[in-house]
Every structure is written in C-alpha cells, then in structure tokens.
C-alpha cells in the first residue's frame, strides 16, 4: 500500500502504540488500515452417493477440481456465501445442512470454510470460472488433480464421516509444508 484511501496522502507501515504488528498509517489524516485474513466459503453438495466438483477455468490451478468455493463478500453469512459461490460456479441450487471443516491457511493469510450441503435438483451447468461440473463417487473421485490441500482434506473426512454416519465439525491448520 503507498496512499491512503481516505485522503490519498502516502501511508507508512509502522507499529502504532499498544499494536505489536506493523500497519500502514497515514500520518495526515490519522487512518491506520488493518489487513486482515481473506475468508474463503464453499459447499460440499451432495446427492445421493456423489458429490459435485467443478474443475476450475481461472487460476490459481487452472484445469484441476475443486469443491464450489470462493471468498466472501461483505454483507454476506458465510452459509450465505456457500450457497452463492456453488451458483457462480456450478449453476446449481443448494440447501445448507451444517458447517463441516474450517481450515486455517496462515501463510497465506486466508479461512477456508466449507458446508455439507444437499443439491436441490440435477440442474447444474458450469458457470463462467468452471471448465465443466460433474458428480462423482468416491470411487470415481479425482483424488490426484484436486486443486487444495483443504478441498482434498475436507474430502477425506466426508467420505470416512459418511461410511461411519457420524458427521462432526473438523478443524485444523494447513502449512505449505503439508500440502
């Protein structure tokens, strides 16, 4: 950053008093703009025994599958945004059953949140970030070109939480290094 944008006068990263991390500060006209963690929501949608993925047509990851997933708009709930982001990408209509994985990516600076979520119909289509949509079986499922460690990662609990029946909450960290 190198301008306010409230006054447009040049901003200086500087810790401020009582703040242990350094925050851009604009000395003229006193705003100091907090950058925070980008929250990412998605849906896992389900029907039947398949789960629907789109295989993404924008970077990062062009050409690899992913869970409907995107960052979150302001004014928007996060359940809210599951069910936005599933429309973007995959034409489809989703009803949210419950938060399921929450993945923290520290390093870069980012929320993954996804949702068990139950399609509403078969009339899905890829919308403009998606090369094409498809439902697949676990068996089926392209486990060597999901595009992230948290898609891949919520993946492997739905399918061991669905053979036991015992849908929890998880949770957890992803570093570079684990990816």
């Not at 990412?40 to 062009?62: F, N, Q, T, Y």
Request: aromatic share 10%.
């Amino acid at each position: 950053m190198n301008y306010c944008s409230h006054c447009g006068a040049k901003v200086e990263l500087k810790a401020q008093p009582g703040d242990h991390l350094p925050r851009y500060v604009c000395d003229a006209c006193g705003t100091v703009h907090y950058e925070n963690p980008k929250i990412v929501v998605g849906a896992i949608p389900e029907w039947e025994d398949k789960i629907l993925l789109c295989r993404r047509a924008i970077e990062p990851r062009h050409g690899l599958w992913t869970l409907p997933a995107g960052f979150m708009e302001n004014h928007e709930t996060t359940a809210h945004g599951a069910i936005r982001e599933t429309a973007e990408e995959a034409n489809a209509r989703v009803e949210i059953i419950a938060l399921y994985t929450l993945y923290n990516l520290p390093h870069i600076s980012q929320v993954h949140m996804f949702y068990r979520s139950r399609l509403l119909d078969l009339n899905f289509t890829p919308g403009s970030e998606s090369l094409e949509v498809e439902l697949f079986s676990e068996e089926s499922l392209p486990w060597n070109d999901l595009a992230f460690a948290s898609v891949r990662k919520t993946l492997q609990h739905y399918f061991k939480d669905r053979r036991s029946g015992d849908f929890g909450l998880h949770t957890g960290d992803i570093s570079p290094h684990r990816e």
